[in-house]
Structures are given as C-alpha cells and as structure tokens.
C-alpha cells in the first residue's frame, strides 16, 4: 500500500506508547509509523511483537537527547506527524536522580522541536508536534475542584517540572516560530505492559507472589485513573482533530484514594487466585511516604468530551479485571521485565521505607 504519512511516534516501546503505535500502525496501514526509542529499563520490544512484522512499521533505536541522532531521524523519513511520548516517567526515580528526567524530558523534547521546525519550516501545512504531557505539571489539589486546561501551572516533583519545562517549550515553539503544536495533559493510566515500578503492576505482582504490598504514608492520596486504551484512543482523535495551539486534558473522572484501590484490586487477586477472602488484604503494608507526595488530582475532560465526542470506559472495576487477568496471564512479560537492575532499584527503595 502507498504510504500517505510518515508518523513518528517516540517511546513507542513503553507502556503507553505500545499500545499508542499498536493501534496505529494497524488502523492506519497508508501510514508509516517508525516508533523512535532508546530502550531505557521501561522499553520494551516484548510490548510489539504482533506487529513488529508489519509492513508499515519500523523501529529505530536512538535517544532523544542526542541532537545528531534526531537530526539524522528526521532527514531519513522527513515525517509529517510527530506523537511525543519518550520520557522519563516515574516520581520516585525523578526524587533520586533528577539529572535524567531534564536530559530525556527536556532536552530530547527541545532536540525534537528543534528538528521538526527545521523539517517543516517552509510548509507547516498538514503538519503536527503533538506532546503527550500529564496532569500533574498542574500540581496537587485540595478536596474540591478539578484540573482546567486554565489551571496555573505548579509542577513539585523533579518529574512532573521537567514535564511542565517541556510544555512551556513546546507551546513556546507554537508561539514563536508558529511550529503547529499540541499538548495533551492526562490522569493516572492502567492497563496491560506497565513497568511493575508503578503502583497498580506493582501491587498485582506483589499479591501473586505473597510479598507486601507497599503503600505510602497512610494511602489517602487521590488519584484519577483511566484505562490506557482509552487515552490511546484519546491520543489517536487528537492527532487527528486537535488544534494546533491548544491543549486538551484527558482523565477517567474516576478517583480513587490509593487505599480503597488497593483493597478492591485485593478482593479482584483473591477471587481470580481462588484465594479465601481477605487474605491479599493481610499483604498491605503502609510504608513512608514519597518526599513531596501530591495529595490528589482529578482532570475535567469536558473540553475534549465535547469538541471529539471522546469518553473514558465507564465501569473501573471491569478494567482492573481486565488488567489484572493480562499480568495473571502473562508471567513470562513479567519475569523478563524485572531485570537484575529492577531488582536493585526495587531494594533501593523500599528496603528502608
Ligand atoms: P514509560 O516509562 O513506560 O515509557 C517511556 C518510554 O520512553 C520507554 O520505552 C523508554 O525506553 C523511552 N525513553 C526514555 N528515555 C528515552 C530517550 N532519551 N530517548 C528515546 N526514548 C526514551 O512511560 P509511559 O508511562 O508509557 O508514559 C509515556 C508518556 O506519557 C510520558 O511522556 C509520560 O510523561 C506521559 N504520561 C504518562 C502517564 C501514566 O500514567 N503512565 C499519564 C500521563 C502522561
Ligand atoms: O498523573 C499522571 C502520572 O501518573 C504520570 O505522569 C506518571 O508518569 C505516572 O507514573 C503516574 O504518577 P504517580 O506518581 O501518580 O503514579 P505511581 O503509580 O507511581 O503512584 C500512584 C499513587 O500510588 C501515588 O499516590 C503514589 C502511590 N504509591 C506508589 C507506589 C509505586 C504507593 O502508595 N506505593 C507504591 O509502591
């Protein structure tokens, strides 16, 4: 088939982006997808392995800091769309070692700018940079209200700063050189081929391996979660429909304190290990918490709901099933993800919490 467009989409191998250039390269087979990926600890080509044969799929590994490299990229397919979702992505590595976070998040966001003007700067017509940022540059909440698309910006962790720096360069670009640019900033994601750093993987392996299921200060923090083909489905309109210039909130309008998730996901492990009730419940351990812990957020999506029609999966407990019966079915994914570096980081952090 003749290709009508070539797309890049960055950190293809991670947890969002597989399900991102999945859904592409096999709804779209006129477009190129070259899915651009350094393969840190969280990339993996394990997450593609149905679709790696595909005609109109190619992986280039490279990292998004080295200028030349991304320079090179966009010389070879002179692309016409860019989907940004290579990042840094995890709070508590970016309270370790932050250095990393501005070197990928920021800097290889800068080089991509960088590259993607220079590739279209005499024909931005049909042309799109759209950055996949989150909620949480937006900063923590109290009790009431929810994050607009006008909320101030007041990022409070290495990550979520580094995220926030990115954005104010994208939109920066938009406003200076007239690069047609998106941002889209979206809640908490679950779902199949998460790294078990994060806390919904990593407490259904802890649960299946009868090891204590961490929980930070006293579990009251609040997050809003959204199954991740629903943002995948989210991310696919708005490269499509969005408008340059703009930005677009994604959520789930589904908050759950950290606490009462972990106990339903307990109840779920126990029915699907046949496993007497309340007997998951036991592994729960309250540990200390994370420097700087946001206490919640919660996204109002209505500008999206209302210009594309998008809405998240109503039901979260059918998702969490789903979710669960992917990692209780997939052991060999997870066994090979928690490398011997994992396992290190894993002591590192919660030997001593
Ligand atoms: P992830 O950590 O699972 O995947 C990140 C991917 O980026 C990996 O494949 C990794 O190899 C790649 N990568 C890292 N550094 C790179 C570099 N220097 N050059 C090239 N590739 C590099 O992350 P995720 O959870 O899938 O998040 C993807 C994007 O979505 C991120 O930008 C993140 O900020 C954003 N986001 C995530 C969530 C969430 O809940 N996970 C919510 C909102 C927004
Ligand atoms: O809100 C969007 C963000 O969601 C994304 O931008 C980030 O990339 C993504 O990692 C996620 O950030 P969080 O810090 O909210 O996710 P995490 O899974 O690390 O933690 C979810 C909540 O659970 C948070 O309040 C911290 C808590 N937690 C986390 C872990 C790993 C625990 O209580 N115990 C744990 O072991």
């Not at 960055?10 to 597989?18: L, N």
């Amino acid at each position: 088939m003749e290709t009508t467009r070539s797309v890049l989409i960055t950190g293809g191998a991670g947890f969002i982006g597989s399900h991102v250039v999945r859904r592409f390269v096999n709804k779209y087979p006129s477009y190129l997808i070259v899915n651009a990926d350094k393969l840190t600890y969280a990339g993996n080509l394990e997450n593609l392995t149905d679709i790696e044969k595909k005609d109109n799929y190619i992986f280039e590994k490279i990292d998004i800091a080295d200028k030349n490299s991304v320079t090179a990229l966009f010389r070879k397919y002179s692309f016409h769309g860019v989907i940004h979702l290579a990042a840094e992505s995890h709070v508590d590595r970016s309270i370790t070692s932050p250095d990393e976070f501005v070197i990928t998040n920021i800097v290889g966001t800068v080089n991509l700018l960088n590259a993607a003007l220079n590739c279209w700067k005499n024909n931005f017509d049909n042309k799109i940079f759209y950055h996949i940022s989150t909620d949480e540059v937006y900063g923590t909440l109290g009790k009431e209200g929810k994050f607009t698309e006008e909320t101030g910006y007041d990022p409070r962790s290495p990550y979520s700063a580094s995220k926030a720096s990115s954005d104010h360069m994208v939109r920066a670009y938009f406003h200076t050189y007239g690069l047609p640019a998106l941002i889209s900033n979206c809640s908490n994601n679950y779902g199949p081929n998460q790294f078990p750093e994060k806390l919904i993987p990593l407490a259904i392996n802890n649960i299946k391996n009868n090891k204590p299921v961490p929980v930070y200060g006293k579990g009251e923090n609040i997050r809003d979660w959204l199954y991740v083909e629903d943002h995948s489905a989210a991310i696919d309109i708005l490269f499509h429909k969005g408008k340059a210039g703009e930005t677009y909130n994604i959520g789930g309008n589904n908050e759950w304190k950290n606490i009462d998730l972990i106990r339903m996901l307990c109840r779920i492990m126990d029915r699907k290990l046949v496993r007497s009730e309340g007997t998951s419940e036991k592994l729960i351990t309250f540990v200390k918490d994370r420097p700087g812990h946001d206490l919640r957020y919660a996204i109002d999506s209505t500008k999206l709901c209302r210009e594309t029609g998008w809405s998240p999966l109503p039901d979260f407990e059918a998702g969490l099933e789903k979710t669960v019966e992917w990692y209780l079915n997939n052991t060999g994914w997870m066994e090979n993800v928690i490398s011997g570096d994992y396992e290190k980081y894993y002591e590192l952090m919660y030997s001593g919490r």
